[in-house]
């Protein structure tokens, strides 16, 4: 899968309590990291505002060596309602009007209070979930983001009426929230998509290169992971697995608001591998659901995304449970070499961003339509 850069974007990857702004022209990178919480972990992703200031983003462009005003966004995953549906083939204007009905059913949403869009899975994956789940813990916000494509998948066959999509819904307060900070610096957001689906193809970017196995790929956020299987640049599975990712944070740790660092070791035990044996519990469930259903399915390597993407005891834990060689996201793809100082899994949702190509890729994300 080939990725043209597109060097006039200016890629604004919000998370829990940082926002990352990076641009790549060529083989030079500008990134910038500020202090950010209007999708703090513990907000309500439906609320309208979470009390926190919002960055100065026109003295950062102009200050920080950014060009230009295009620019494109990334919100947590947790900001988004997802589920797999069965859609009929339809012209663009009733697609539209489709989309938008179907997330009225599916979440209980108004039709004028959420942005829609879509993404189809590759034929014959059988994806479709059933039964929504409450995840123990988890607030219901984050239940709610879960349902549908958090369920443990149900046998269901597939119709000659329709193909499987990637429902995916926004409401409208949720994305304004990114938006109104940036519009009043002038600048011009030509994009809006899930950090897990950018991240993704950040991680495609490379692994196009090297295989044609599948790819399975985790986004860790701190009260949801997103489960994404694919190949051939196509998607065969979807799911949001709700949880607690995020622990009290240790003294070491206190420099970064967006890390998810490791529980203290306590004397005579160390638990800090155990607390993804749930995680991993779950992604093994769902890899034997597509490669039952998929005729074989299995991926030939698991990548991993987010603040806490690196850590040994994470993909150690999905190596073992899942039986599948587990790392970290790579920049190479992107852009090659990146900055010691970046991280390429703390900054993959940024680099996918910042590496697109609407007219080739089938893995750019939702595609707009609302």
């Known amino acids: 899968m080939a990725i043209r850069r597109n060097t006039s974007l200016i ?28 999708f703090a972990a513990e907000s309500d992703p439906g609320a309208a505002a979470s009390g926190g200031p919002d960055p100065d983003f026109r003295r950062v462009i102009e200050s920080g060596g950014f060009h230009g005003r295009r620019c494109t966004v990334t919100l947590p995953a947790t900001c988004f309602l997802s589920d797999t549906v069965l859609l009929p083939e339809l012209n663009a204007d009733d697609r539209v009007d489709s989309l938008g009905w179907e997330a009225v059913d599916h979440f209980g949403v108004e039709h004028d209070d959420v942005s829609v869009g879509a993404l189809r899975f590759r034929a014959g994956s059988n994806t479709i979930n059933q039964a929504p789940v409450e995840a123990a813990g988890a607030t219901p916000a984050a239940n709610a983001a879960a349902n549908g494509a958090a369920a443990a998948p149900a046998p269901a066959a597939s119709t000659p009426s329709g193909a499987e ?23 011009s957001p030509v994009r809006l998509e899930s950090a897990a689906l950018a991240g993704l193809r950040c991680a495609w970017a490379h692994w196009s290169r090297t295989s044609t196995d599948p790819l399975a790929f985790v986004h860790v956020e701190p009260t949801q992971a997103t489960f994404i299987l694919a190949r051939e640049g196509e ?38 591998a155990f607390r993804w044996s749930g995680l991993a519990d779950e992604i093994l469930q769902c ?18 995304s987010g603040p806490c993407a690196g850590q040994v005891e994470l993909l150690a834990t999905l190596e073992s449970i899942c039986g599948v060689p587990s790392h970290p996201a790579t920049a190479i793809g992107v852009i090659d070499p990146l900055p010691a100082t970046l991280s390429p899994s703390v900054w ?13 890729s089938s893995l750019v994300g939702a595609r707009r339509a609302a």
């Open 11 to 38: 890629a604004i990857d919000f998370g829990a309590a940082h926002v990352r702004l990076l641009q790549i022209a060529g083989q030079q990178v500008t990134a910038m990291e500020l202090p950010c919480d209007i």
């Open 165 to 187: 999509h990637l429902l995916l819904a926004l409401r409208r307060a949720t994305a304004m929230r990114a938006l109104n900070p940036l519009m009043r610096a002038e600048l």
């Open 235 to 272: 998607l065969l599975f979807h799911r949001a697995i709700a949880g607690q990712y995020q622990v009290a944070r240790t003294a070491a740790a206190a420099s970064d608001p967006d890390a998810i660092p490791l529980e203290a070791r306590s004397v005579g035990s160390d638990r800090r």
């Open 287 to 304: 890899l034997r659901h597509v490669e039952r259903r998929g005729a074989g399915q299995w991926p030939a390597g698991l990548i991993t």
């Open 348 to 360: 993959a949702s940024a680099l996918g961003a910042a590496a697109i190509d609407l007219e080739k």
